[in-house]
């Protein structure tokens, strides 16, 4: 038998990439949804909505927890479909399923680049696996961009987009305002557009629906946001050169998913320069398409000033708004085609030959996004996100569960709770409870924490014997399974510890604390 000639191999042609990729992405996320351990922020919408016996329950739970409640509405739905945190997370999966159809069925970039996208940190790991409000936003981005052209028929997909951006996360406000700013620009600069639009004999009607649906959501998600005050802090009223170069590092972040380290001058204008580099080369491309260029400019100012003044963001899932906006404003060039086309004539720094032709650039940084969405992908199947899961089921398994437990910090120890489904008694809120309550808890000093359940112990006294949960071991000498430490009345018994965790703040430590009887 004679081996086939490599250049005679037939590979499939692009149809089948088009459907092969999408269906290996979904049932990876499926996979994953069933393994993946939650973290603290994850299981922090889980308690909220499961707590909350009707939506007016929901309400009042979601207020402390510091952001709109369209995400725990979306979990108070579906909680009941297995009745524990998987019903949330295969409802999240649905949601990125979703996100990643309409990109391949309606975005206009080339087979690599939406392969390279579909893998990448965002799209496969951080707005798929690990379960937030994120991938709604990425979702309603993707369905304003692939029905633009029904501005011209039509604007209250379009309010729904506007409101419902608004109501997911504080940082969507920023292409929700985008988005408004864009049809707003594009009415007054587009005679074409409004004389289309007009031929609706229901044009007024429409209008006026869509401002009213856009202006009532808006408002909603405002007051949903207002009821935490404590969250609304300026970072900065004046101008600050090492915060301003620190934001500017977010949108690097954007693009090449790493932000530089803020301690240091020399890296903050480096990559500095570098996003100028990036933003001219993205604002060339995208130019002869009007609309996206509003788009483009108006997200990277508001979701800048957010950043500058409000929030600034400690994590790739904040500065992820950056990437979804440079996505979606080539969306909509590349969407224009044979205007964008004419773009390429022009003999400049960013011609096609070129080093920083945008098209290039872009699959530059798809590639490090690719990379290392699916190092964390692989790595979510090995190790746990969080040992919280592992922590609850040993205490199931030991029949615990119906214990009087002592637990600290509240915002880690949440993960515990959820996969209990119970409370705990703990002292940042001085009583019981289940997930963080930003407007209303204080912070603990570490040091402090047996102090503490010798005060739960005096309020409780038919208690003598509580587990105690703790989230690392500050307040604790380093004792090891067995060992005891005797603190005043009070005898701690190191039981179990649980370090297998991606998370160091969420390996847990459990102990046992017995009153000392005279």
């Not at 788009?295 to 100012?301: M, T, V, W």
Request: proline fraction near 3%; glycine fraction near 4%.
């Amino acid at each position: 038998m004679e081996f086939r000639r490599i250049n005679q191999i037939q590979l499939p042609d692009q149809r089948f990439y088009e459907i092969f990729l999408p269906i290996l992405f979904i049932i990876i996320g499926l996979f994953g949804a069933f393994n993946h351990a939650l973290w603290r922020d994850e299981m922090q919408g889980w308690l909220v909505a499961w707590q909350s016996d009707n939506l007016i329950d929901l309400w009042k739970n979601n207020a402390p927890s510091g952001h709109p409640v369209l995400w725990s509405l979306l979990i108070y739905f579906s909680k009941n479909i297995t009745g524990t945190p998987i019903s949330m997370q295969l409802m999240h999966w649905f949601l990125g399923s979703s996100a990643i159809v309409i990109f391949w069925r309606f975005s206009p970039f080339n087979l690599i680049t939406k392969a390279l996208f579909t893998f990448g940190y965002f799209p496969f790991w951080e707005y798929f696996f690990v379960c937030r409000h994120y991938v709604i936003a990425e979702l309603i981005i993707f369905i304003f961009c692939s029905i633009y052209h029904l501005k011209e028929k039509t604007y209250i997909p379009f309010s729904l987009c506007i409101g419902l951006l608004a109501n997911t996360q504080a940082l969507s406000w920023s292409l929700s305002f985008a988005i408004g700013m864009t049809l707003v620009l594009d009415w007054f600069l587009n005679p074409n557009q409004r004389k289309n639009y007009k031929r609706n004999k229901r044009w007024i009607l429409d209008l006026s629906s869509s401002i009213a649906i856009s202006s009532t959501l808006l408002c909603f998600g405002a007051f949903s946001l207002l009821q935490v005050r404590d969250s609304v802090k300026l970072l900065s009223s004046f101008i600050d050169i090492r915060h301003f170069l620190r934001v500017i590092g977010q949108v690097f972040g954007g693009y090449m998913l790493i932000i530089p380290n803020s301690s240091r001058f020399f890296d903050l204008i480096l990559c500095a320069l570098i996003t100028l580099i990036l933003i001219v080369s993205t604002i060339i491309f995208i130019r002869s398409y009007r609309p996206a260029l509003i788009y483009f400019l108006s997200g990277i100012i508001f979701l800048f000033l957010f950043n500058y003044f409000l929030f600034l963001g400690d994590g790739s899932r904040h500065y992820g708004y950056y990437f979804l906006l440079i996505i979606s404003s080539s969306w909509l060039a590349l969407s224009n085609q044979d205007q964008q086309l004419s773009s390429f004539n022009h003999q400049n720094l960013f011609t096609k030959g070129n080093l920083f032709y945008f098209p290039r650039l872009l699959n530059i940084c798809l590639t490090i996004h690719m990379v290392v969405g699916i190092h964390m992908v692989i790595n979510d199947f090995r190790l746990p996100y969080s040992s919280g899961k592992e922590t609850a089921q040993y205490i199931q398994t030991k029949g615990w569960q119906d214990s009087p437990i002592f637990a600290t910090r509240d915002v880690e120890v949440a993960t515990v709770s959820g996969y209990l489904d119970r409370e705990f008694y703990v002292p940042e809120l001085k009583g019981f409870g289940s997930y963080a309550q930003w407007a209303n808890r204080v912070t603990l000093d570490r040091t402090k924490t047996l102090d503490e359940v010798q005060v739960y112990l005096d309020r409780f006294p038919k208690v003598n014997k509580l587990l105690l949960l703790l989230s690392n071991r500050s307040s604790i000498k380093n004792l090891q399974p067995g060992e005891s430490l005797y603190v005043d009345k009070i005898r701690v018994i190191a039981d179990s510890k649980f370090e297998n965790s991606f998370h160091d703040s969420e390996k847990f430590y459990i102990y046992w604390v017995e009153r000392i009887v005279d």
